[in-house]
């Protein structure tokens, strides 16, 4: 897909430059370029999404009794495991959510994967045909194949820092670089999906830039690149990020300050950015104007009534607390 090449052709230029210093407070600005500079397409295309419900629930529940049973010796076969990366596509909750999800979750707890089919998994949910199936056309259903991808990446990221150890600091900066484009490109921020079950694509960014902040093998100007433009992606999300989104990145961010003052130092960077530009917009009629408003309101006001917010940051928000 040239149209994301091109977005981390640019992230890469902008990771380049904070590397070597050559810039720093205006990182935030230059996310927003690369987000402006995505061309989207004006029509969908087909969505091939698995039908065989039924099918699939029964397969399911075959290896979840078949691992139950077996215990620390319980093994699945990559078929099986093809079988269900594949159906993370459906629109059927029960499918994606309650039957897929769950039992990958299983997989990892119990560490059933190999750490060869652990990789393989990783490096399929990173393909463009999962991770950015249909990211360019109007919202659509291939979300859900979109955000699972990302959410079973975080499941997996947890799993290699608590049980495998086999991922190497390149793949861990690979799997961030793909993340970040994916966070930038990404306008369907839906949550709660009437009749479809959940979409929830920033809450499970937001995931995976959690376990991301844990990695020790990544230096500290990449967290600071993810951190600006997890912010920016929710900052500019025309979505009202209202199931349970401000909380989560609240805590993922506390977190980050707490473990490094250059942490809290840029995140003050960027809400001082976000206020300027505040400052001098005009409100419009218009549902993205007033959802990216509450969205503000509501992460802000989540910050605040934290008890480990650092000083720094709690005084500049109360300062401003009149216009949220």
Same mark, same amino acid.
């Given at each position: 897909?040239?149209?994301?090449?091109?977005?981390?052709?640019?992230?890469?230029?902008?990771?380049?430059?904070?590397?070597?210093?050559?810039? $720093?407070?205006?990182?935030?600005?230059? #996310?927003?370029?690369?987000?402006?500079?995505?061309?989207?397409?004006?029509?969908?295309?087909?969505?091939?999404?698995?039908?065989?419900?039924?099918?699939?629930?029964?397969?399911?529940?075959?290896?979840?009794?078949? #691992?139950?049973?077996?215990?620390?010796?319980?093994?699945?076969?990559?078929?099986?495991?093809?079988?269900?990366?594949?159906?993370?596509?459906?629109?059927?909750?029960?499918?994606?959510?309650?039957?897929?999800?769950?039992?990958?979750?299983?997989?990892?707890?119990?560490?059933?994967?190999?750490?060869?089919?652990?990789?393989?998994?990783?490096?399929?949910?990173?393909?463009?045909?999962?991770?950015?199936?249909? #990211? =360019?056309?109007?919202?659509?259903?291939?979300?859900?194949?979109?955000?699972?991808?990302?959410?079973?990446?975080?499941?997996?990221?947890?799993?290699?820092?608590?049980? $495998?150890?086999?991922?190497?600091?390149?793949?861990?900066?690979?799997?961030?670089?793909?993340?970040?484009?994916?966070? #930038?490109?990404?306008?369907?921020?839906?949550? $709660?999906?009437?009749?479809?079950?959940?979409?929830?694509?920033?809450?499970?960014?937001?995931?995976?830039?959690?376990?991301?902040?844990?990695?020790?093998?990544?230096?500290?100007?990449?967290?600071?690149?993810?951190?600006? +433009? +997890?912010?920016?992606? $929710?900052?500019?999300?025309?979505?009202?990020?209202?199931?349970?989104?401000?909380?989560?990145?609240?805590?993922? =961010?506390?977190?980050?300050?707490?473990?490094?003052?250059?942490?809290?130092?840029?995140? !003050?960077?960027?809400?001082?950015?976000?206020?300027?530009?505040?400052?001098?917009?005009?409100?419009?009629?218009?549902?993205?104007?007033?959802?990216?408003?509450?969205?503000?309101?509501?992460?802000?006001?989540?910050?605040?009534?934290?008890?480990? !917010?650092?000083?720094?940051?709690?005084?500049?928000?109360?300062?401003?607390?009149?216009?949220?």
């Amino acid at each position: 897909m040239k149209e994301i090449q091109a977005v981390m052709q640019q992230l890469d230029a902008v990771r380049n430059a904070l590397i070597k210093g050559d810039i $720093y407070q205006s990182i935030p600005e230059k #996310i927003l370029v690369i987000m402006d500079s995505v061309q989207y397409k004006p029509r969908r295309t087909h969505i091939v999404v698995p039908d065989d419900h039924e099918a699939v629930l029964k397969r399911i529940a075959a290896i979840d009794a078949r #691992i139950k049973t077996a215990g620390k010796k319980a093994t699945i076969s990559d078929a099986e495991l093809d079988d269900l990366l594949v159906h993370i596509a459906s629109p059927d909750p029960l499918v994606r959510d309650k039957g897929v999800f769950y039992l990958f979750n299983r997989l990892l707890r119990q560490t059933v994967l190999t750490p060869a089919q652990l990789i393989w998994v990783k490096d399929r949910l990173l393909q463009d045909d999962y991770l950015f199936a249909h #990211i =360019l056309e109007p919202e659509n259903d291939a979300v859900f194949l979109r955000s699972f991808s990302v959410m079973f990446l975080a499941g997996i990221l947890y799993a290699n820092r608590t049980f $495998y150890h086999v991922f190497s600091e390149a793949e861990l900066l690979a799997i961030e670089r793909r993340i970040m484009t994916y966070a #930038i490109v990404e306008l369907d921020l839906r949550g $709660y999906v009437d009749g479809k079950g959940w979409a929830h694509a920033m809450t499970h960014i937001i995931n995976v830039w959690s376990e991301l902040n844990e990695a020790e093998e990544i230096q500290r100007a990449d967290k600071i690149l993810m951190l600006a +433009v +997890v912010l920016q992606a $929710y900052r500019f999300s025309d979505n009202a990020l209202a199931y349970g989104e401000d909380s989560h990145l609240t805590n993922v =961010l506390i977190s980050l300050m707490n473990k490094h003052q250059l942490y809290v130092d840029y995140c !003050l960077v960027i809400l001082q950015e976000w206020q300027r530009a505040l400052l001098t917009m005009s409100p419009q009629d218009t549902i993205a104007f007033w959802n990216r408003w509450y969205n503000r309101n509501r992460f802000l006001q989540s910050l605040l009534v934290q008890p480990e !917010l650092p000083e720094k940051i709690a005084t500049y928000l109360r300062k401003i607390s009149d216009l949220f």
